[in-house]
């Protein structure tokens, strides 16, 4: 009786790892596509027009995690946030911007970035650093004809074994002038719930500053509930504001793990900026503006 109790317990036991096991991963790869529009409206004493431009954008990217990621300690979208995982990330993008669609004379525009996200986290016993994360990030835009290249480096720590607080630092520097330094903070914190599931809150602030112009100001609000360890829901604020002149974004998404190893992920997002009013000689009015973004993706874990 006890050989057959000891030969059942250790099957239980060597199931139970190999099924762990298995949830684990080491790499992602993904895809998505994302489609924008914006619209424009001119309203004047001169008369009224409408015009919209749309761009479509394809994605692909790989992360490859320096050790296994435990998928045990929450939602299986914040797995690599929860185990202090570094990391290594490649991504590119193509897209191409309808201006076709406003005037006839005019061609498409394309454009392609390509982008490489890094982060290390300082873990150990007993270590002074432990705990401790650096983000180096670096990013190559060619829309058109110019060339922009924008470097980010951010030093962080977790505060609490979910709660990061990270300080930033960009440049971007533009082929044909307008370079530009900014400064940003970022505080993230999840709480974990009975069901495998969470709640995830993010926050952000930041400048720009601009040479012969007045900083750009920014800041963002964010939660995604997950009401269980596969299906999580977020929503999210944000405000960009330059001498007066305001951008009002929302966004909503929706993640949701099909299996432990395989996502698909959904957001719409909404740009408002201030109207932009106008008078000349003997015409006045306004153009008021709005950019809807859509995106789709997907993500295999092995």
Request: aromatic share 10%; no cysteine.
């Amino acid at each position: 009786m006890f050989k057959q109790t000891a030969l059942v317990a250790g099957l239980g036991l060597a199931l139970s790892v190999t099924a762990h096991a298995a949830a684990d991963y080491q790499w992602e790869l993904g895809a998505g596509y994302t489609n924008s529009t914006l619209d424009a409206d001119l309203k004047s004493t001169a008369g009224n027009k409408s015009e919209n431009i749309d761009s479509d954008i394809g994605t692909v990217e790989g992360t490859w995690y320096m050790k296994p990621v435990d998928t045990s300690k929450g939602p299986l979208a914040e797995a690599a946030f929860l185990d202090h995982a570094s990391s290594i990330n490649l991504a590119y993008t193509d897209g191409e911007v309808d201006l076709n669609s406003i005037n006839s004379d005019l061609n498409d525009k394309d454009g392609q970035t390509y982008a490489i996200n890094t982060r290390y986290v300082a873990e150990g016993p007993g270590w002074q650093l432990s705990g401790v994360l650096v983000d180096l990030n670096y990013l190559r835009s060619e829309p058109g004809d110019r060339n922009i290249d924008t470097y980010n480096i951010g030093i962080g720590k977790y505060l609490t074994k979910k709660t990061t607080l990270v300080l930033n630092y960009q440049q971007v520097n533009v082929n044909n002038g307008g370079d530009t330094d900014g400064y940003s903070v970022d505080l993230e914190h999840l709480w974990n719930l009975s069901n495998g599931g969470g709640f995830k809150a993010t926050a952000s602030a930041g400048k720009v500053v601009v040479k012969d112009a007045d900083d750009v100001e920014s800041y963002a609000l964010g939660g995604t509930w997950y009401i269980n360890k596969n299906l999580g829901f977020g929503a999210g604020y944000s405000n960009t504001s330059q001498n007066g002149f305001e951008v009002d974004g929302f966004d909503v998404s929706a993640q949701w793990f099909v299996t432990e190893k395989i996502e698909l992920a959904l957001s719409y997002s909404q740009l408002n900026p201030d109207d932009v009013k106008f008078n000349y000689e003997d015409v006045s009015g306004k153009i008021e503006l709005q950019n809807d973004i859509y995106s789709l993706g997907a993500l295999v874990r092995f």
